[in-house]
C-alpha cells in the first residue's frame, strides 16, 4: 500500500496541520511516512503545498511526480498542481473556492468546506471539513483516531475548540457518505 | 533502552543531537533554511530543557570566532549556519581547524548567490573542503540526529582533532518531516561521554598559548600536514565510531553506503538527500533487469579513496551525480572520483552529470537518462561528455521567460 498526496492551499488554510495530522496518524500505525513541504517566496496569500506519503513500504524520496490524491483548498492552488495527480487518481476540491470544472476522467469529490466551515462559527475549521472528507473518501484511518489525535493537540486553553473541529470532521465524513447513500 | 519517535524535521531532528550530545555553548546567527535549528535550540534553552549557554553573534563571522574559541577551552559546542552565512564566516573556518579543537558545525545546504536562492545544492559546503573541517553528509531525518553524535565522538578522537561539518540539504531536508528515533540520554551518554580536552583548555594553573604566529615556512608546513595526517587518520576513527554506534544505537552509517551496489554493472554516485529519489530509479531499473546500483558518499572529508576504488572494481560504468558546479571545471565530486581511479588499473568509465542545481528537481526520466547513458558507454566504450540535466518541460519555461525578457 501506497498513498502519495499532495495538499494545497493558500498560506493559512491549513494544509500543513492537515498534512501533520495524517502523518502523525500513520507514525502511530507503524507504517512508513514523509511530509515534504514546498512554498515559493511568497510570504502571504501565496500557495502553500505539501507532499504526504504513506506506505507500507519503504519510500525513497519525500517528493511526489504523480499523486493518487490531490487535496486543494483554492483556485490557484487547483490550477497550479492539476496536472500532477494520476490519470486513475482522486480529487478533492473545497467546492466553496475552486469554481472551475474538475478535470474529466478524474474523480472527484466537491466539498463545500469554507461554507460547512463557515456555518459552523469558525472559517479556520475548513481543512478540517476537508480531513472528514478525505478519510470517508480512503478509509486509511479510523475518525476515531483522528478525534484522539485533535483532542491531544488541543489540550489545555485551547480545549474549548475540540467541539467545533469535532463537528467539523463530522460534516466532512458526512458530505461523501450522503453521496454514497 | 527506551524508545521514543516523533514526526521531526530535519533541522529538528539535528537539534535533538545537539540536545543529547549536552552541548555546552551555542553561538548563533539566523540564516534561512537553518534558523529552525537555533530557534529550537534556544526554546530548549529558555525552557530550561538544556543546559547551555545560547548567545546571538553580530555575524556568522563572530559566530564561527567564538564557536572555536570556546571549543579551545574545552567546553562542547556547536553552530550552525547555512549557505551566504557560511561563505561570510568563511576565513574562520581554516583558522578555527588550524586551532585542532572538536567543533561540531551543521550547514543546511543551500545554493549561492548570484542570482539568488534558497533552495539546496552543495556548492556552499564543499567550498569549505579544503579547510580542514571533515564533512559528513547526510541523507534523512534521523541521519542528522544520529551524526550530530557521530560528529562530535570523531571530532574529539584524540587521534583526530579536527572540526566537523555536518551537513543537510535546505529545504529538502530540512524542512522535510519523518519519523525519527530519539535516543535516551543515557544511552547517549555510553557512546558519547563528557569532553575532556587533554590539549587545550582554559585553566589558571596551566596557562597556554594557542594560535600563536609562526614565520618562515618550516613550521607552518609540518603544522599543516599535521592536520592533513589527522584528517586521514580519521577514517579509521570514523569506522570505529560507526561500528559503535551500530552496537549501541541498531544504526549502520558507513562510510560509502551502498544501495543494491554489490553486483552492480552502472554505479550512480551521489550525496546528501536527492539521493533517495537516485534510489527508487535504481530500484525501477532492477525491476526492468538492469543491474544499476548505487554509492551515496556519507564522508566526504576525509576522502575515503580506498573505499571508492574497492566499491567501483566489479563496474562497467560508473556516473558520478554531481549537484554543484565548480564554474570552468565542471562537477567536483567527478574531479576527486577520478583522482581517485587514476592509478587503478580496472577502473570502470566515469561519467559526470549535473544536476539539481539550487534545488532543481531530478526527475524519474533524468535518472534514467543517466543510466542508459552508462549501458551506452559501456557497451560503445565511448563517455559522454559532461552534462547538465535538464527536461523539456524546464527549457520551454527558460524559453517562455526569457521571451518574457525579450532575450528570445
Known sequence: ?181 | MEKVREMLTGNSSAAWGVRLAEVDYLPSYPITPQTEVIETLSKWVNEGLMDATFVTLDSEHSMITAAGAASATGVRTFTATSSQGLLFGFEMLYTVAGWRVPLVMLNVSRGLSSPITLEPDHNDVLAARDSGFLQIHCETCQEALDSILMAYRLAEDERVLLPVLVNIDGFHLSFTREPVEIPDVETVRRFLPPYRPKHAFFKASQPMSQGVAVLGGAVYSYFKYQMHLAALNSLDVYKTVAQEFYEIFGRSYPVIEGYMAEDADYLLIMTNSFSTTGKAAIKRARDKGIKAGMLRLRLIRPFPELDIQNAVKQAKAVAVFDQNISIGKGGILYSEIAGALYHEKARPLLLSFIGGLGGKPVSASEFEFIIESMIHAAETGKVPGRQLLYTEDEWSEINRLKGMAGKQ
Open chain 1, 1 to 181: 500500500m501506497t498513498e502519495e498526496i499532495i495538499l494545497a492551499g493558500f498560506g493559512g488554510q491549513g494544509m500543513m496541520l492537515l498534512g501533520k495530522l495524517l502523518a502523525q496518524a500513520a507514525m502511530g500505525e507503524g507504517k512508513y511516512v514523509t511530509f515534504f513541504p514546498s512554498y515559493g517566496t511568497e510570504v502571504r496569500g501565496g500557495t502553500a503545498v505539501y507532499h504526504l506519503i504513506i506506505s507500507s513500504e519503504e519510500i525513497f524520496s519525500p517528493l511526489i511526480e504523480a499523486a493518487d490524491t490531490l487535496i486543494v483548498m483554492n483556485e490557484p492552488s487547483y490550477q497550479k498542481y492539476k496536472e500532477m495527480v494520476k490519470p486513475d487518481g482522486l480529487l478533492v476540491m473545497n467546492s466553496s473556492m475552486v469554481k472551475t470544472n474538475p478535470l474529466p476522467g478524474i474523480k472527484t469529490h466537491k466539498v463545500p468546506a469554507t461554507e460547512i466551515a463557515s456555518k459552523l462559527g469558525n472559517v479556520l475549521v475548513s481543512n478540517i471539513v476537508m480531513l472528514g472528507a478525505y478519510l470517508a473518501l480512503k478509509n486509511l484511518f479510523p475518525v476515531k483516531l483522528m478525534l484522539d489525535q485533535l483532542q491531544a493537540l488541543l489540550e489545555g486553553k485551547r480545549g474549548n475548540l475540540f467541539a467545533i473541529n469535532k463537528q467539523a470532521l463530522e460534516s466532512g465524513v458526512q458530505v461523501i457518505t450522503s453521496v454514497e447513500k
